[in-house]
């Protein structure tokens, strides 16, 4: 049985990616999902892009405005981009996307089941039901504008959708997962992100059972008049219905709408870990195996929360803005975007992911041994408050070549280099 897992306020953002940052989230998208599926199989991949915390986790390790419905899209379209040139040695599909992409969904289905022998008919009538139960039997104010699916060769599948309440300056995620799901009306979502404006009415919940049979009663013996009759009479003076006691309601984390990274939207144990992991287990394993001089401390300390996205459990992703540390943002929160450290993550995966893939898996064993360190590290190391930490990065932006949508970092006299 596929459960709901939470949900997260996300604040609509305006704007595009610029070609900078996205030419690179889909080559780190690609090869993040790669290691996941090299250790752990492409139906882990499923299940954590069906995860709602782990996905916008995943956005902001890529160097997105970190708590945005932004992400969404891009996460969505970094994939489709990065995995697209792989797909039939990965053995996964990413289809939809946002408006027209999204409604060319069911023929791209039918195009990749026909190549890889799968039941095509039955996954495009998958990609509108769900469509259509988030969008008429999930009545929760929010208007769907994306839908991707995500599809392997043997017919497993996840699908991320998003919906936008213009009136709220709010968005919603719906995921979804295939496996262990009984039936389209039986609570099948993975989860639902989005702010809590009220309560929800989830029609598609398996305590709606009733409710549902409820209203093909009405509709096949009352007639429409008869409904608008009685729904009237519901009504109180002011106007509003008074909801039912047992209506359905979604739990759900808040994102923050401030643009900033606050320390109050990080775990520090966990940053502190991860930075005193990447100090102490960077010398020893990556100084000669992976890292070009110069750069390569500042690089460990960004693969040590590369290394948590590929090995992490579901309940280390409660704080997305923490992966932003990563490699910054594109808006400057936290940071600008290093795109040396970033370059050079990239190509520190694809060296590990290739290798592994070739019967060598001392690069990804390392990976994994750095995200061991920071568990062990978690309970007693220390470290500078954030505050301190993101000074630090725009110190030294301009030398790991600062990007943002603003333009390139400046040098300590304003000399841009």
């Given at each position: 049985?596929?459960?709901?897992?939470?949900?997260?306020?996300?604040?609509?953002?305006?704007?595009?990616?610029?070609?900078?940052?996205?030419?690179?989230?889909?080559?780190?998208?690609?090869?993040?999902?790669?290691?996941?599926?090299?250790?752990?199989?492409?139906?882990?991949?499923?299940?954590?892009?069906?995860?709602?915390?782990?996905?916008?986790?995943?956005?902001?390790?890529?160097?997105?405005?970190?708590?945005?419905?932004?992400?969404?899209?891009?996460?969505?379209?970094?994939?489709?981009?990065?995995?697209?040139?792989?797909?039939?040695?990965?053995?996964?599909?990413?289809?939809?996307?946002?408006?027209?992409?999204?409604?060319?969904?069911?023929?791209?289905?039918?195009?990749?089941?026909?190549?890889?022998?799968?039941?095509?008919?039955?996954?495009?009538?998958?990609?509108?039901?769900v469509a259509k139960i988030d969008s008429a039997a999930?009545?929760?104010?929010?208007?769907?504008?994306?839908?991707?699916?995500?599809?392997?060769?043997?017919?497993?599948?996840?699908?991320?959708?998003?919906?936008?309440?213009?009136?709220?300056?709010?968005?919603?995620?719906?995921?979804?997962?295939a496996e262990g799901m009984k039936n389209f009306l039986?609570?099948?979502?993975?989860?639902?992100?989005?702010?809590?404006?009220?309560?929800?009415?989830?029609?598609?919940?398996?305590?709606?059972?009733?409710?549902?049979?409820?209203?093909?009663?009405?509709?096949?013996?009352?007639g429409p008049d008869r409904i608008v009759s009685d729904?009237?009479?519901?009504?109180?003076?002011?106007?509003?219905?008074?909801?039912?006691?047992?209506?359905?309601?979604?739990?759900?984390?808040?994102?923050?709408?401030?643009?900033?990274?606050?320390?109050?939207?990080?775990?520090?144990?966990?940053?502190?870990?991860?930075?005193?992991?990447?100090?102490?287990?960077?010398?020893?394993?990556?100084?000669?195996?992976?890292?070009?001089?110069?750069?390569?401390?500042?690089?460990?300390?960004?693969?040590?929360?590369?290394?948590?996205?590929?090995?992490?459990?579901?309940?280390?992703?409660?704080?997305?803005?923490?992966?932003?540390?990563?490699?910054?943002?594109?808006?400057?929160?936290?940071?600008?975007?290093?795109?040396?450290?970033?370059?050079?993550?990239?190509?520190?995966?694809?060296?590990?992911?290739?290798?592994?893939?070739?019967?060598?898996?001392?690069?990804?064993?390392?990976?994994?041994?750095?995200?061991?360190?920071?568990?062990?590290?978690?309970?007693?190391?220390?470290?500078?408050?954030?505050?301190?930490?993101?000074?630090?990065?725009?110190?030294?932006?301009?030398?790991?070549?600062?990007?943002?949508?603003?333009?390139?970092?400046?040098?300590?006299?304003?000399?841009?280099?």
């Open positions: 049985m596929a459960n709901r897992t939470g949900s997260a306020d996300l604040p609509l953002h305006g704007g595009r990616v610029p070609r900078w940052l996205s030419d690179r989230m889909a080559k780190l998208a690609a090869v993040l999902s790669e290691a996941i599926i090299v250790h752990y199989g492409r139906d882990e991949l499923l299940r954590r892009l069906a995860n709602p915390f782990w996905f916008q986790s995943f956005g902001s390790v890529m160097g997105m405005d970190w708590h945005s419905s932004g992400i969404t899209t891009s996460v969505v379209g970094a994939l489709k981009r990065g995995l697209q040139p792989r797909a039939s040695e990965l053995g996964v599909h990413v289809c939809g996307g946002r408006g027209a992409q999204s409604r060319r969904t069911p023929g791209e289905l039918l195009a990749i089941a026909a190549k890889v022998g799968i039941d095509g008919d039955e996954l495009a009538k998958t990609s509108r039901l999930v009545q929760d104010g929010f208007d769907l504008y994306l839908h991707g699916f995500v599809v392997t060769d043997d017919g497993k599948w996840m699908v991320v959708q998003q919906g936008m309440n213009g009136a709220q300056k709010t968005a919603r995620r719906y995921h979804w997962l039986d609570s099948p979502h993975a989860a639902i992100d989005g702010q809590n404006q009220g309560r929800i009415l989830n029609l598609s919940d398996s305590r709606a059972n009733a409710s549902r049979e409820r209203q093909l009663d009405l509709l096949s013996q009352a729904l009237v009479g519901l009504k109180g003076t002011s106007g509003q219905s008074s909801p039912p006691s047992d209506q359905l309601l979604l739990p759900h984390v808040v994102m923050p709408s401030h643009h900033d990274v606050r320390q109050s939207d990080v775990n520090m144990k966990r940053l502190h870990a991860a930075l005193a992991a990447a100090a102490d287990r960077g010398p020893k394993d990556f100084q000669e195996l992976l890292l070009t001089p110069g750069i390569g401390a500042r690089t460990v300390e960004a693969l040590s929360l590369v290394a948590e996205m590929i090995h992490g459990a579901p309940c280390r992703f409660a704080d997305p803005a923490r992966f932003s540390l990563a490699h910054g943002g594109k808006d400057r929160h936290p940071f600008p975007v290093p795109l040396k450290v970033y370059d050079e993550t990239i190509r520190v995966m694809k060296s590990a992911v290739r290798r592994a893939r070739l019967g060598r898996s001392e690069e990804l064993n390392a990976l994994k041994r750095l995200d061991d360190q920071a568990r062990r590290l978690e309970h007693y190391a220390t470290g500078p408050d954030l505050n301190d930490i993101v000074a630090g990065e725009f110190d030294r932006s301009f030398t790991l070549g600062g990007r943002s949508v603003f333009g390139w970092e400046s040098g300590p006299e304003g000399n841009d280099g």
